[in-house]
């Protein structure tokens, strides 16, 4: 035991050097066997450029902007400016009704995540997610002293099941959290899936005799598919938190830019959006990046190409249906859901990776071993080249 180390982190240095490892690997293999011989599905990184037009709003913003403005401190919760056009383009999209003040922006979903968090619980209190999940959640939960309560995952739809949800619910809960469009399963909670939840949430607020709430992760909001719709979630219940980013609809990851939103209609929202811009402040992030800010603003209607993973899409699809393999509905993201035909998820990752240079993320790193993860934010050439191997690895198991 470390005598420096704190407990928490000697768990995270150890699933740290577990994915470290993944990826070094894959830069091993491709140094030995030729990048064009290696299939890696296994970074959930976007692999489109961003707008060219955000590329000039940010050379705009640095070209005419006062430099005390650009480059100083602004209120911890954003430039009002940005604040503000942000909530008209949610009305303009969303027919909401939104303001200035119910708009608090962040670094990224990351931050408007932990800080919604941060607002909301107590050490002890629990959050409930849905197997699968974006595996920083539980750590997130965690920095609060919080407890993650899982509702087992629901094959093949995993969309959520409504028994277990209510079941999962108890007086400790404080907060649910969803990921629409879902990472790892690429699966949209639908309407009628979401007014479900919102009913086993008002039941189970009524039965305890407080708020839950509903904190809404959405940065692959805009990656969908085949016309479908993501609900907007303040349209259905009342205490929901939505935490945006531009990290995947504008290829921009690195950039660090997203926004926390608090509808009025939210219990006690006044205290909230003042704690959010202390939330802001305290885990240490002051503001929101200033030149991001004033950017983004410029160029609120553009996306990423999107058609480019929706032919990546195709072409994985095409590869798992030659192989023999199920996967879950593929609506939106960048992700597809696949099903392993052992139950040992890491022994498939192992022999996906070592006889057929495919490498994948085993779904027990989102609390659902069985399946395993293919992020298709790739090269579509290498989809292609893929193929066969993937339809090889299909055949080791008698799938095809
Ligand atoms: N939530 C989910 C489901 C994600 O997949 C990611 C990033 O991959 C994030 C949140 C964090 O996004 P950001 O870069 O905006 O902090």
């Known amino acids: 035991?470390?005598?420096?180390?704190?407990?928490?982190?000697?768990r995270l240095l150890a699933t740290g050097s577990t994915l470290r490892a993944m990826?070094?690997?894959g830069k091993k293999m491709r140094r030995e066997f030729g990048a064009e011989n290696v299939y890696d599905f296994s970074l959930g990184n976007p692999s489109t450029p961003a707008p060219p037009e955000l590329n000039e709003a940010m050379k705009e913003v640095i070209d005419t902007t006062d430099s005390m403005m650009l480059h100083g401190y602004m209120s911890n919760a954003g430039y009002e400016i940005s604040r503000e056009a942000i909530a008209e383009d949610l009305n303009k999209r969303f027919g909401t009704n939104f303001a200035m003040q119910n708009v608090t922006m962040t670094v990224g979903a990351a931050n408007a995540l932990v800080v919604a968090l941060k607002i909301l619980i107590n050490p002890g209190d629990e959050v409930v997610v849905f197997a699968p999940f974006?595996?920083?959640?539980?750590?997130?939960i965690a920095d609060f002293g919080g407890v993650t309560a899982v509702v087992p995952p629901n094959p093949p739809t995993f969309l959520p099941d409504m028994?277990?949800?209510?079941?999962?619910?108890?007086e400790k809960t404080r907060a649910v959290i969803i990921d629409n469009p879902n990472n790892p399963t690429g699966v949209v909670y639908d309407e009628e899936t979401i007014k479900a939840m919102a009913k086993v949430?008002?039941?189970?607020?009524?039965?305890?005799g407080r708020p839950i709430f509903l904190i809404s992760?959405?940065?692959?909001?805009?990656?969908?598919?085949?016309?479908?719709?993501?609900p907007f979630l303040t349209h259905y219940y009342k205490n929901t938190l939505v935490c945006y980013s531009y990290s995947k609809s504008m290829s921009v990851p690195g950039e660090r830019i997203g926004y926390l939103l608090i509808p009025d209609e939210a219990e006690e929202s006044e205290r909230i959006i003042a704690a959010s811009s202390i939330g802001v402040r305290v885990l240490g992030c002051v503001n929101a990046p200033s030149l991001q800010q004033l950017a983004i603003i410029k160029v609120l209607d553009k996306r990423t190409d999107v058609s480019v993973y929706a032919k990546n899409r195709k072409a994985l699809m095409d590869a798992m249906d030659a192989g023999g393999f199920e996967y879950a509905n593929p609506q939106g993201t960048f992700y597809m859901f696949v099903k392993t035909p052992i139950e040992d998820d890491h022994e498939f990752v192992r022999k996906?990776?070592?006889e057929f240079h495919v490498l994948c993320s085993a779904g027990a790193a989102f609390d659902c071993p069985g399946y395993v993860r293919f992020a298709y934010c790739v090269d579509h050439d290498m989809i292609v080249r893929a193929a066969p191997a993937i339809k090889a690895l299909g055949h080791a198991y008698g799938l095809n």
Request: aromatic content about 16%; charged content about 40%.
């Open 163 to 170: 028994d277990a949800f209510a079941a999962t619910i108890n």
């Open 217 to 230: 992760d959405e940065p692959y909001r805009e990656i969908v598919y085949d016309g479908v719709e993501v």
């Open 201 to 208: 949430m008002e039941e189970a607020e009524a039965k305890y």
């Open 134 to 140: 974006f595996l920083e959640y539980r750590n997130y």
């Open 23 to 25: 990826f070094e690997e």
């Open 352 to 354: 996906a990776k070592d």
């Open 1 to 10: 035991m470390s005598k420096v180390i704190s407990t928490e982190m000697e």
